[in-house]
Each structure stands twice: as C-alpha cells, then as structure tokens.
C-alpha cells in the first residue's frame, strides 16, 4: 500500500479533509498534495500528519523471528 492509499484511508478515519491536515500542520494544501503525490514526505513530517490526526506513525523493519529495527 501506498503512503497515498495509507493517508487517504487515515484521513476518512479521522473524518478531515486533506485541506484542513494541511492547516494543521502548517503547510499549504498544494504543498502537502504534491508531497504526498510524489511520495516525498520525510518521516518526520509523517510523525507530525499522524499527530494532526490522533493517531502515531511506525516505520520500522520486522523480520520473521520478531526483531524490528
């Protein structure tokens, strides 16, 4: 899944519009539209989207015996 897909699903869960996501974290509709369009977002500004919508983000390696990194 794509982080579009991901933040498309993100945002009907928290019931606001990618416009007002934008607001929140200070940047401009079009700025975060390109961003995720591109698939440009740092990690850190996915950490600051999932604070704006309540929720954490987690990027991290899983392999089969349980270790994450």
């Not at 009907?12 to 940047?27: D, K, N, V, W």
């Amino acid at each position: 899944m794509t982080i579009e897909q991901k933040m498309k699903m993100a945002l009907a869960y928290s019931g606001i519009s990618q416009a007002e996501l934008a607001r929140r974290i200070g940047t401009t509709p079009s700025n975060l539209n390109q961003k995720v369009k591109r698939n440009t977002l740092t990690n850190e500004e996915l950490e600051q989207i999932a604070v704006a919508l309540g929720g954490a983000w987690r990027a991290e390696f899983v392999f089969n015996d349980g270790t994450t990194i």
